[in-house]
């Protein structure tokens, strides 16, 4: 099964790049299929990221996100190739993807996969009361 | 009383194993029995694991859970037994087993168990604000 | 005022030695008396711990919280007492003792009581993204 | 503008002194005045502290809080004002102070004033799964 | 496009100079236009932070969000530039903007940006039970 | 079982008596005794009344729900007994007391009792969009 | 398949026949089997009735209920039949049943089911403002 | 005591006046004190009515409001009197008063009065599904 | 746009004809396209309805909606013809069907269709108190 | 002040003309300013309608809601003005707009507008237990 959804991923420069802040964004409509059953599977995504150089352009994304809806893949797998595709294209020093996937069988399953830049340091958390 | 359910569990290979992420299954229709009163307990269990070589089948593990259905248990042993299952079939990096028990005599109990892989250090986590 | 309720509190052995792991109880239906007015006060226990060799058995701790009744305590003084009761019963690696005490005068009142047994280290928390 | 309020605080003997434990007392009903327009601002206070020798007073508490009622006082400038009186009157080994204000010009403002007595170390924070 | 709001921010001095506290403002109305399509995009901002000499005023940060209504700003950009300004204006010890924007294209986006003064430390914080 | 506490129940003169309106007493913290095996019942008790003559003195209802507080009652019995006492006392144009009780045995209990003056007739009720 | 569960369901007189009024019983706890597939099914039910001459006595209902937990039921044809039992039993003025089934398939089953005594006028309710 | 608040009270000419609407006013800061004992007493007003020939200007509302704060009112009297003050004002076709005080001596007391211009007819209302 | 998938939904006899009840079907994942840009909607749907001779097969109706995710309809038309399929099939008493759709360009769409067989009475509802 | 915005309003014609069905629509963005003092206010508004010969195109009618962005309008004023617009427009058998405006001095203002197609009845609601 091909998918040239992640060409179709574009980017613009980061226009504060001396300041580490977080990008967060929910895409609560995706869908995609089970490789097994062909049965619709539905998930509600959470991608959180600390941008470099570039940030992820959000109609492309909204346009990558859509290609899965025909596509076959296991919960675990299509996690961490979305996080793939995106950390090839962005190179964020930090980034987080969680699929909170939909019940199925009476059971709940969610995949949270990290990626994090090498040398990049988490600046302390400032944890106001 | 014996428990052949543990054999039926079954796994597949971690699709990403360069990468430590979490797998989240929520499980709200667990029961077995008071081994005291025979009369049923109500549970919703929370599985979070890092998985290592595999993961676990999640068919196979409804299934497993069903099998408690008619074995009587206590909080405190039935939770910390189907840790102990899930350990020896998934050896993961890590996994915590919440059992939230609905309330009985006015009292709601909740057990709580991890595991740990030795050597594995659970990486420092990252605290976006 | 005499409490011969502690004498009530029971036990059982822990059925898992080998493993630090978390049991906590909820416990709505708290009623006792105001020492200087007669008035009833109520609140929501909550106790968490780490056993040892023994857990609380919870038909005789719903006993045991009964008795206070018909007593007359203050809010700090009888959430300490609640608290070296067990602790003198369960010898736990850890215990919290949570009282949230209902409305009195426009005012909400909570008082949270902890308690570490000499030379228990906490393990150092996995936090899972 | 004079306020005699905080004479009006009493306290009363820590009853486990041998113990670090925490008092949670929130008081949704504070209101005082806006000193440049006298128009009445509402907040909701929430005092959190670690007693050392004493603990406040409820209802001493509760009168101090009304004296506000006719006062002028900036939204900074009373919750650091409140925390003063209690620390003057408590010596809390720690006290935090939050004013939840309501929204005045669509725009809703909190403050969060903490003091910590000296050489008082908070104990490691023990995190139960 | 010039946006001169900037100059309307005001301050105060701050009341409790002596102390570390929090100022948290949380503004649900701001609303500005998407650069490129014109469309309006609305968004809730938190503003959090830790004042050093001065403090802002309410009633002109009320009106230095209102100048954003009829200008085009890119989310990440928008953010980072409200930072840039209250930054400029009150040199706090810290300072953290959470621009959370309504949903387009079925996606939610959130911004969060942080600044602190060179030097200062975010003191321990008390994580009280 | 004898209750003098209805005689404990006070009144005063219905503030506007040319006008139907209605009276709400919300009373969470009501406990009784379980007659069969002695163990505490408690529920959330829900007063709502159209005033004739007289109201119902606040304080002496607090007084007289205390009362139940050491007397055993089935659910139903004591929600229409109480009905019954507020009835004689107040002789409402119309009265309904909802009790909640919390859960025994797994189950949650409610009874609703409703009381009509005879000839008093319901306005008919606006409902405004 | 045979259910002789229902002759255990008890009853004791209505301790207030002069007065139309409602008891309301919440069950969270329901549990079968599909009768095709054999797999569990959950429900929770909520049983409201006007009584007559008795009302039913709860812990011979929580008996009765449990009995299902090995049986297999369809969901429309198990509500109809609990209905049908208590209906059957108790001959109360008005009966409603709700079964409100747990997810299958991505789909949430509610049945409703209702009994009204022949001749018996449901009250005009009072609709207080 | 005297409360001349009610002259502050300004109209303006309903702007549709050939049609039945509702205007619905929260207002969540009202504050008077308790005629017994001095103390502050508070509640959230809801005030509903369907305007004839003028409506309430809201700032004169504000500070009719204002003017309880100084004021004794027992909550039965005060909701009515309020009530009053409007209808002879505004003249409505329709109006409700919804006084919702906060928690007193473990009670909530909430007070509902309603008006209605001789000759009006509550317009069937529309349910839609 | 042809859609054969009416054709696969099933019906079984329903198992108590002799009393009118409900069955409320939530299916929380319907997805299909935009006709005029094929970008993909979503929506959560409610089936309510009354059998009469047949109830709907659960498994067949998932199928059926199904077949939705690759067809462009528009939001008020797709509701209808929903609507006119499972009243065709199932000659119920009494259908409603509400279609939730998901945000588009800010706005909320809702569309709630309702059948009703000629001659049949909904019978007058209890309104228990 | 002219608001040539209402020719934007388009519509399409009703696809399921032969019976009366409901569309709700919920526009979380509408801002407008004060005609008195220029400030922004900000509402919800939720129209509801039974469409008779044609719908409201949606992104027409978001278009049409953007231009009151720059406009003064009093708040019951407004909601009429859209109402009377939209009735002109399509002409529904009934419409319902309810516009809930965001705080302003401390007061929350709904206002709720209806129109009814003269000769249309409501069908009788069928209330499903």
Known sequence: MSTPASKNLETFPNPRTGRDYTIRIRIPEFTCLCPKTGQPDFAEL?????P?????????????????????????????????????LLQPKFARLTAEFKVRGGIYTTVVSEHRQP??????PVSLP
């Not at 959470?46 to 600390?50: D, M, R, S």
């Open 46 to 50: 959470l991608l959180e990221y600390v």
């Open 52 to 88: 470099d150089q570039v940030c992820v352009e959000l109609k492309s994304l909204k346009l990558y996100i859509w290609n899965y809806r025909s596509e076959g893949h296991f919960h675990e797998a299509v996690t961490n190739r979305i996080m793939d595709d995106l950390v090839g």
């Open 119 to 124: 040398g990049w340091e988490n600046p302390t």
